[in-house]
C-alpha cells in the first residue's frame, strides 16, 4: 500500500509552483481564495498546467497545520489562505 504515496513529492511540488504563479498573479489570486473547497483548487491548478492530488495535498495541509500557531489559524479564512500559507506563499510575498 505504500506504493500510492510516491506520487506525493511531485504533487506537492506541482502545487508549490502552481501557488508561486498564484503569488504573482492579481487575478488568479482572487480565483483561489474565491474556490469553495479543495476541488476547486484542484481545478484551478489543472487549468494551470498544474496536477495536484488533493489526497497528497491534504495529508501535506495537515502536516504543516498540527504545527502551526494559533495566531497563523486565525488568519486563515478561506482554502486559498490555508495553502498559501502551509506551502510557502502569502500574498506579503
Same mark, same amino acid.
Given at each position: 500500500?505504500? +506504493?500510492? $504515496? $510516491?506520487?506525493?513529492?511531485?504533487?506537492?511540488?506541482? @502545487?508549490?509552483?502552481? @501557488?508561486?504563479?498564484?503569488? /504573482?498573479? &492579481?487575478?488568479?489570486?482572487?480565483? @483561489? $481564495?474565491?474556490?469553495?473547497?479543495? /476541488?476547486?483548487?484542484?481545478?484551478?491548478?489543472? &487549468?494551470?498546467?498544474?496536477?495536484?492530488?488533493?489526497? +497528497?495535498?491534504?495529508? &501535506?495541509?495537515?502536516?504543516? @497545520?498540527?504545527?502551526?500557531?494559533?495566531?497563523?489559524?486565525?488568519?486563515? /479564512?478561506?482554502?486559498?489562505?490555508?495553502?498559501? $500559507?502551509?506551502?510557502?506563499?502569502?500574498?506579503?510575498?
Amino acid at each position: 500500500m505504500r +506504493a500510492a $504515496h $510516491h506520487a506525493q513529492p511531485v504533487s506537492i511540488a506541482a @502545487l508549490q509552483s502552481f @501557488l508561486a504563479k498564484v503569488s /504573482n498573479d &492579481e487575478a488568479l489570486r482572487d480565483r @483561489l $481564495h474565491a474556490a469553495a473547497g479543495l /476541488n476547486d483548487v484542484v481545478a484551478l491548478a489543472a &487549468e494551470h498546467g498544474h496536477s495536484v492530488d488533493k489526497t +497528497a495535498v491534504l495529508r &501535506e495541509h495537515a502536516k504543516v @497545520l498540527s504545527t502551526a500557531e494559533d495566531h497563523e489559524l486565525a488568519g486563515i /479564512n478561506s482554502w486559498g489562505d490555508a495553502l498559501m $500559507h502551509c506551502f510557502g506563499a502569502t500574498d506579503a510575498e
